[in-house]
């Protein structure tokens, strides 16, 4: 019983998601509203609300640990994986938007949530910060799609309502879709949650690797269908755009509002201060020269991100279990792929950089 309501919970998860984003993607466009915003707001918020519901439920059922290795695993899972999948079919297109604005907010916000998180709690200020600083972001997006402005904006709407019938601007019908996508969105969270604490507490999983791992991959799968069927649309830009402003709103709505309805706060261990939340901003920061060359996240690069992610879960399950593995895993990760790793991003951007500079002016523009 336990694993059918895990199952279910998933799939409500996932159902909940997709209605939310489909409504809510309507009413955006029958406001008009540029199709990069759409991804960047109502397509990363609507893909990012299962892990808000897992993290609120996690906190008020005081399993706190959950809540925020959720944000963390999934933050992680979305760079290394998804990007991975969607970049090794087809290499993923990235907007100057997103290297200017976008990628440098995400690694900026994961240093801030490190050093909220320095005295092993995240309490309602905290939280409230984050919050306010989600307000803010909406309004520079709102902004910047303004000022993207008349031409783009309209050439864009007129495409979009080229494939939007009347039924699908019925206000109410979307409104209806908004509601039942959040209703689905709050049961399954349930479900999973507890289902998810039961699998792997019986198999010796502690809250935290539960909430980094399964949890973490369960409620990113929004983020994977949508970020996989934008890059087999060639979407290419909503594929990332969908990524990273899933991990801005993350760490602004998700660890902010769980944080602000948690009582006394959410405790953060040692390991996460100390492993878990340095790799997210390595991770975070390992997209900028990625996606500094040439504008594209090729497939070598998709490969590199996914075999990373492997070898992450790789390491969580040696260390949870204290395999005999673990020394020399750490061994070989530490000396050997992660400076190979670093060489080769090292030379790839030199070359880029000379590459450029090698352009005749005339070309260049």
């Not at 892990?51 to 695993?73: C, K, M, R, T």
């Not at 649309?233 to 902010?256: C, K, M, P, W, Y």
Request: glycine share 8%; aromatic share 10%; charged share 10%.
């Amino acid at each position: 019983m336990t694993f059918i309501l895990f199952i279910v919970g998933l799939a409500f998860l996932i159902l909940g998601a997709e209605v939310l984003v489909r409504g809510a993607s309507k009413i955006a466009t029958a406001l008009g509203i540029s199709p990069l915003i759409i991804g960047l707001t109502v397509v990363a918020f609507g893909t990012s609300s299962p892990e808000l519901a897992i993290s609120i439920n996690g906190v008020l059922s005081g399993q706190a640990d959950i809540s925020l290795g959720n944000v963390i695993g999934s933050n992680i899972f979305n760079i290394l994986f998804i990007l991975g999948i969607s970049a090794l079919i087809t290499p993923l297109y990235v907007t100057k938007q997103l290297i200017r604005f976008d990628v440098p907010l995400m690694i900026g916000l994961s240093v801030v949530l490190f050093l909220v998180s320095l005295d092993q709690t995240i309490n309602f200020f905290d939280g409230l910060l984050l919050v306010i600083g989600l307000l803010f972001y909406l309004i520079v997006l709102a902004v910047l799609s303004f000022k993207k402005g008349s031409t783009e904006n309209r050439s864009d709407r007129n495409s979009l309502e080229d494939q939007t019938t009347q039924e699908e601007l019925n206000w109410f019908k979307n409104i209806i879709l908004v509601a039942g996508g959040l209703a689905l969105l709050v049961l399954g969270s349930q479900w999973f949650v507890n289902g998810a604490v039961s699998i792997a507490s019986y198999l010796g999983f502690s809250e935290l690797i539960i909430g980094l791992t399964i949890v973490a991959a369960g409620t990113s799968m929004p983020e994977v269908v949508t970020s996989i069927i934008a890059a087999i649309r060639g979407e290419r830009d909503i594929a990332v755009g969908n990524v990273v402003g899933s991990n801005i709103f993350n760490i602004l709505s998700v660890i902010g509002i769980s944080t602000i309805l948690a009582p006394s706060g959410i405790p953060v261990s040692e390991p996460i201060i100390g492993y878990d939340i340095p790799l997210m901003i390595v991770v975070a920061i390992a997209c900028l020269p990625i996606f500094f060359t040439g504008g594209t996240i090729n497939r070598w690069e998709g490969a590199l991100f996914l075999s990373y992610y492997i070898a992450y879960t790789l390491y969580l399950a040696f260390n949870a279990t204290q395999h005999d593995l673990l020394p020399i895993f750490n061994y070989i990760m530490l000396y050997f792929v992660i400076p190979l790793t670093v060489i080769t991003i090292i030379v790839v951007v030199f070359q880029e950089m000379v590459g450029k500079s090698k352009t005749p002016p005339n070309q260049a523009h």
